[in-house]
């Protein structure tokens, strides 16, 4: 956005009628697709994983997110096959670690395209941690992890059935582990690890802070 530009930052309840519209088979028509930030910020698979030969691999993802409470079911994609929907395949296993604002710069180190025999735990200074249930390290600095196994992996189709090159990853959270000054009374408290989640454009990222919080309960039923 230049310096002259002006931008309202709330939509009236009114009804939009000056709208853009495109669809995505022929171009969105903007400077950079707004998928990305309409639908975010997103929180970040930070996904640890092991190859069959032992290879440690840690790499971050933005489509990813939990589908189910009991039991606990997440699910991160990847456009490409690699090493991380490989590695989860063939081990059955892996780890998604919360990214607080002071493991972003690290986390950001393992978005680098390496080869395969590259540790990006190693890469990016990390320390691997032991898990309690899966094979799998878990990133040492990060306050929360969860242990899963691999529940399927399936290759996504467009609407006409034609395959895509995206693969998503679904698991099932066996192991839970959250680093105690996170937890007031025995609640977890979000704000407190200052998770970062990713927005739009090329490089843009949102911190989680207790200003941005508000309350709203459900309406309880007639």
């Not at 230049?2 to 009114?14: C, F, R």
């Not at 000056?18 to 995505?24: S, T």
């Not at 799998?136 to 059935?161: I, N, T, W, Y």
Request: charged share 20%; with cysteine; aromatic share 8%.
């Amino acid at each position: 956005m230049s310096a002259n530009s002006s931008i309202t930052l709330a939509v009236p309840l009114a009804a939009c009628d000056d709208l853009h519209f495109y669809e995505p088979t022929r171009g969105h028509g903007l400077a950079h697709d707004p998928l990305g930030a309409i639908v975010g910020p997103r929180p970040i698979g930070w996904i640890s994983t092991r190859s069959a030969d032992g290879t440690l691999n840690l790499a971050p993802y933005s489509f990813f997110s939990v589908f189910n409470y009991a039991p606990p079911i997440l699910a991160f994609s990847s456009v490409g096959f690699k090493d991380t929907v490989r590695n989860a395949q063939q081990t059955g296993e892996f780890v998604w670690n919360i990214v607080t604002r002071d493991l972003a710069e690290p986390m950001n180190v393992t978005s680098t395209a390496v080869a395969a025999e590259i540790d990006e735990f190693a890469l990016a200074g990390l320390d691997a941690a032991p898990s309690r249930v899966v094979s799998v390290p878990r990133v040492a600095q990060s306050p929360v992890s969860f242990e899963c196994r691999v529940c399927d992996v399936m290759q996504l189709r467009a609407a006409d059935g034609s395959a895509l090159d995206t693969w998503m990853v679904t698991g099932e959270v066996v192991g839970v582990h959250i680093t105690r000054a996170l937890l007031d009374d025995g609640v977890y408290v979000t704000a407190a690890a200052r998770p970062i989640m990713r927005g739009g454009g090329t490089a843009d990222y949102f911190e989680i802070g207790e200003a941005a919080k508000f309350r709203m309960r459900r309406p309880k039923a007639a």
